[in-house]
């Protein structure tokens, strides 16, 4: 077990990084002539690339947001044509995504584009220091999936927006109406005076 501080540390890379590496993502697929997909929309592609026919459910756990938040994100795609979302026979509760041919293309498109515009970004580092980038991002990976298989973890409480930010609004404690806190004095003020007669 690593001491809590360099855990720390590690994290604080970690936030500071991935924002721009996403952010570079996003750039490269809206550079190279790639469709003009969000990196939630992008995500949504990929996971139904890997799991055609899947729910509207599984997709809200995989991308960490609310079921009505990846049901908005869905018909936005359903609208552009890229992907379909239809009953299962078997069970009509359940909403089937699937991948439209269109959209199979489009994001191999954006896929590859991302994927030259990057290597292109680290091409003029040392072999040294990509072997070492390649071993951290798969030892980074490998512990978040282990994070997301632990069920004994707390828990989410609150819904999560798909920017990443807690999208549940702090709890509203009730305080006392107009008058109430002045007729409690006097209540209490009038029950010690009542004990002392």
Known sequence: MAPPELAEECARAVMETVPRVMLAIREETRRHGAPLLSIPQFRTLAFLERQPGAC????????????????????????????????????RRRVVLTLTPPGARHFRRARRSAHVGLAATLAHLSPEALQRISRGVTMLGEAFTGARRDHSRPRLTGSVRTDGRDATPAPVVPGPRPGQTEGLRRSRGNGKTGGRG
């Open 56 to 91: 509207l459910i599984h997709l809200a756990e995989h991308l960490r947001v609310t079921l009505p938040t990846a049901s908005n994100l869905a018909e936005r795609l359903v609208r552009q044509g890229l992907i379909t979302r239809t009953q299962d026979p078997r069970e």
